[in-house]
């Protein structure tokens, strides 16, 4: 498994976030069309609404991307409740990259392409013109959104960019293009959530804070400056309580199970206190296990111990509690800009908080089952799956509702 490609999965949006039950988010008022899903006074705000972002946005999942996958992105579920028209880029089957396939223990996607290393992009669907409404992108940074254009882009994996952007322009320029009445706003993932590989390394799997909000505060001033509503989504959560993040202990208790492939559980799992990114750590352990197995040679050792300096998915409780800090200080800021602006803005941890609750860690489980990490987690282990989107599209929704829906005079579009 390429350390390289386990690290890209793990970035996104998909992030640490916080709940919709802390308060910020009211339920419908009485007076909202349960057709549409909000009150004629918020929808208005959304004759053109644009969404930037990364995967999440865009409708990653399973580590890839189609037109079946982005149809169920949460932007696109927003606009259909709010009754407006909202275009994507999609891109033709099987993908770019195509999805995994399940079960994971195959390593294939759907295209019967290998689990890393494809190349394979497809174009747009026929008929789609760039840029569409929406503009996210996987694997973007603030920054990225800010400058990388399909031709300069770092972010996402080979021509994926193109498929999104026009040529020369960034997701600002393109958003400012469409004249916006109304923008979501979904960044910060990416520049924490490569450390789940267990190396924190500043600048490459995370972003110092004030690097990251000289960028966003960009962004938001670029927001203002057309005049558009908005929504900002934040990321405040405890990274424990994702989906692909395990317990030494956990590990250990499937030890039987992880035999069957060859696979040794090292007795410091027994009572470690560090923390696994299993989608790298647990694969990789099964991969190598059948190589060594089909060279004759004995068990692979899945080891819990912190190997400081190396991607070995393996967290201490001190790697958890700085980027659970970092995710912190990059939502106060995002709240605090939303309150300034009277934007609406809800969390991500309304679909991760609760991603594993009532889900323990079962080998099989994850290498055999169509749901790996459960019904609202796609087979990444990191991006939401259809129904994950839907929890999102029903809490922006909520959030919009609040801040738009009946005290305040709407905005008129052109």
């Known amino acids: 498994m390429n350390p390289r490609h386990l690290m890209l999965l793990a970035v996104a949006s998909t992030v640490a976030l916080s709940a919709c039950s802390d308060g910020k988010v009211s339920p419908l008022s009485a007076d909202v069309d349960p057709a549409l899903g909000l009150s004629p006074q918020a929808a208005a705000y959304m004759t053109r609404y644009v969404a930037i972002g990364t995967s999440v946005s865009m409708g ?3 580590d890839g991307v189609n037109v079946n996958s982005q149809n169920n992105a949460w932007p696109k579920q927003l606009a259909e409740m709010a009754g ?19 079960p994971l223990i195959s390593f294939r996607r759907i295209d019967g392409s290998p689990a890393t290393g494809s190349t394979v992009c497809s174009p747009n669907v026929p008929g789609v013109t760039l840029p569409t409404n929406d503009l996210a992108v996987e694997n973007a940074t603030a920054r990225e959104a800010l400058n990388a254009t399909p031709e300069t882009a770092t972010q996402g994996r080979g021509p994926v960019t193109s498929r999104v952007l026009p040529s020369g322009m960034t997701q600002i320029t393109a958003m400012k293009s469409l004249n916006p009445t109304f923008v979501s706003v979904e960044f910060g993932g990416n520049e924490i959530l490569p450390a789940q590989v267990g190396l924190l390394f500043p600048g490459v799997t995370f972003t110092p804070f004030e690097t990251f909000k000289a960028n966003y505060d960009q962004i938001i001033d670029n927001v203002k400056a057309t005049g558009a509503a908005a929504l900002l989504v934040t990321l405040r959560t405890d990274l424990r309580n994702f989906p692909t993040i395990r317990t030494g202990p956990e590990i250990a208790a499937q030890r039987a199970a992880f035999a069957a492939y060859n696979v040794t559980v090292n007795a410091n799992c027994d009572a470690s206190e560090n923390f696994i990114f299993v989608r790298g750590k647990v694969l990789t352990a099964i991969a190598t296990g059948a190589a060594f197995a089909a060279h004759g040679l004995g068990p692979f050792d899945l080891s819990c111990a912190n190997a400081p300096g190396t991607v070995d998915y393996v967290l201490t409780p ?31 941890g309304a679909l991760y908080d609760k991603s594993k609750e009532d889900f323990p860690f079962d080998l099989e489980v994850m290498l055999k089952s169509d749901h790996p990490y459960g019904e609202l987690i796609s087979l990444d282990g990191v991006h939401a799956s259809a129904k994950g989107q839907t929890v999102l599209a029903r809490t922006a929704r909520q959030a919009i509702q609040q801040a738009y829906g009946t005290s305040r005079t709407q905005k008129q579009s052109n």
Do not use: K
Not at 84 to 102: K, M, N
Not at 319 to 348: K, P
């Open 318 to 348: 001190a790697d958890i509690g700085f980027i659970n800090n970092l995710a912190s200080q990059m939502s106060d800021e995002i709240e605090r800009l939303a309150a300034e602006n009277g934007y609406a803005t809800f969390s991500l």
């Open 60 to 62: 990653w999942a399973s």
């Open 84 to 102: 407006v028209g909202f275009t994507i880029p999609g891109i033709a089957e099987p993908g770019c990259p195509p999805p995994a396939a399940s």
